[in-house]
């Protein structure tokens, strides 16, 4: 577990399968942060134990354990990761996820990652108005649409190195 001021990031488990449901059938979620579709619970629940196997998923929870959204430290190299994260909606506009990230490139310098990479779809603006609050950097621009039928988006690609990381304040307005 990793805890913050407001917050705390834990393993995904089987038991929270009822939530990422309820946030697959939630469309927009689909279109801005390419969250998976699940039928129904038995597929959720296999979802879930994808989750929990990925060595850096976790749920954010608020301190009482409120499920609001999921963070994600992907691979790319040995000390290299790609930073994935999704907020329940009705928790956005309250520092929850500037937290949350905040926590997770901590632990992650203290690991020894020197790189944070993203990716948001071009249209997608608070993800970017994020990634660039905390010292992300524009790197390039990718359009997928060049490659039909599979993608319909532009993305752009956001760097993070961790030498220049320095824990911002974040907000604790609740």
Known sequence: MIKGKRIFLRKVEVGDADQLLAWSKNPRYQYLA?????????????????????????????????????AELYPRTEDTREVGFMLD????????????????????KECGIAEIWAC??????????????????????????????????SAKYYLLKLAEWNKIETNTKS
């Open 120 to 153: 948001c779809r071009d249209d997608n603006l608070p993800p970017q108005r994020l990634l660039t609050k905390m010292g992300f950097r524009e790197q390039y621009k990718v359009d997928y649409r060049q490659i039909p039928p599979f993608f319909n988006f």
């Open 34 to 70: 390419g969250f998976s579709h699940y039928e129904d619970l038995d597929q959720a629940r296999e979802g879930a134990r994808i989750y929990h196997d990925r060595p850096a998923s976790y749920l954010i929870c608020l301190k009482d354990g409120t499920r609001i959204g999921l």
């Open 89 to 108: 909606e009705a928790y956005e506009g309250r520092g929850y996820m500037t937290e949350s990230l905040a926590v997770l490139y901590d632990q992650a």
